[in-house]
Antibody
Framework: QVHLVESGGGVVQPGRSLRLSCAASGFTLSSHNMHWVRQAPGKGLDWVAVVFYDGSAKFYGDSVKGRFTISRDSSKNVLYLYMNSLGPDDTALYHC????????????WGQGTMVTVSS | QAGLTQPPSVSKDLSQTATLTCTGNSNNVGDEGASWLQQHQGHPPKLLSYRNNNRPSGISERFSALRSGNTASLTIIGLQPEDEAVYYCSAWDSSLNTWVFGGGTKLTVL
C-alpha cells in the first residue's frame, strides 16, 4: 500500500518558522517528483514546491519563493518543507503529493497537516 | 504564477453529460497537457487523468479528458450523485518552472 502521512502542523505566530514532514511508505521518494500543495480554508489548490526524483532541481511557487525550502531524507524516506517568515496568508492545509510521470499527475496524496499563522 | 482558468460552477442533471473546461497557454496546457483532479469535501484530491487522457487504474471510463490547443476539457458521462465535487485542472508551466492549478469547478448534479 502506498501512503503519505504529513505531520508538523500547528498554530504559529507571524514571522516564525515551522518544519513539516511527510513520511512515505510503499514506494521510494527518490523514484518520483514530490510536491507540497496547500489549500487555504474554503479555497482552491495552491502549488507550493517540488523536488525532482533525482534531486537535480527544486522549484517553488511565487508566494513562497525565498521563504520555504523543500528537501528529502532518502534514508528515512521522508519529505520536508521548511517554512520561514510565516504570515497569515500561509494558513492552509498542507498536503504532500507524489507525481506519477514527469510531468505527470499527482497520483498519491496525504491527508494533510494544518498550519495556522496567528498571533 | 499565472493560474489556469476554469468556470466556477457547472450544474447538470443526473445521468446527463458534463464537460468542464480549463484554459491555459502554450507554456502549460498547450505544452505538456493538463491533469484533472476530483475533490470531495473534507478529502484530499483524487487524480482522474494526466497528460490529457491517461487514466490511473481504478478510474471509471465515464471520465475522459481531451486537449485542443491551450484548452483542456474533462467530460463525465452518465452523471451520478457521487460525481458532485470540485474539479481542478493542473499543468506544468515550462516557462515559469512551476505547476499551476485552475481555480476549480464546482459540479452540481441535480
Amino acid at each position: 500500500q502506498v501512503h503519505l502521512v504529513e505531520s508538523g502542523g500547528g498554530v504559529v505566530q507571524p514571522g516564525r518558522s515551522l518544519r513539516l514532514s511527510c513520511a512515505a511508505s510503499g514506494f521510494t521518494l527518490s523514484s518520483h517528483n514530490m510536491h507540497w500543495v496547500r489549500q487555504a480554508p474554503g479555497k482552491g489548490l495552491d502549488w507550493v514546491a517540488v523536488v525532482f526524483y533525482d534531486g537535480s532541481a527544486k522549484f517553488y511557487g511565487d508566494s513562497v519563493k525565498g521563504r520555504f525550502t523543500i528537501s528529502r531524507d532518502s534514508s528515512k524516506n521522508v519529505l520536508y518543507l521548511y517554512m520561514n517568515s510565516l504570515g497569515p496568508d500561509d494558513t492552509a492545509l498542507y498536503h504532500c503529493a507524489r507525481e506519477d510521470g514527469s510531468p505527470g499527475g499527482f497520483d498519491v496524496w496525504g491527508q494533510g497537516t494544518m498550519v495556522t499563522v496567528s498571533s | 504564477q499565472a493560474g489556469l482558468t476554469q468556470p466556477p460552477s457547472v450544474s447538470k442533471d443526473l445521468s446527463q453529460t458534463a464537460t468542464l473546461t480549463c484554459t491555459g497557454n502554450s507554456n502549460n496546457v498547450g505544452d505538456e497537457g493538463a491533469s484533472w483532479l476530483q475533490q470531495h469535501q473534507g478529502h484530499p484530491p483524487k487524480l482522474l487523468s494526466y497528460r490529457n487522457n491517461n487514466r490511473p487504474s481504478g478510474i471509471s471510463e465515464r471520465f475522459s479528458a481531451l486537449r485542443s490547443g491551450n484548452t483542456a476539457s474533462l467530460t463525465i458521462i452518465g452523471l451520478q450523485p457521487e460525481d458532485e465535487a470540485v474539479y481542478y485542472c493542473s499543468a506544468w508551466d515550462s516557462s515559469l518552472n512551476t505547476w499551476v492549478f485552475g481555480g476549480g469547478t464546482k459540479l452540481t448534479v441535480l
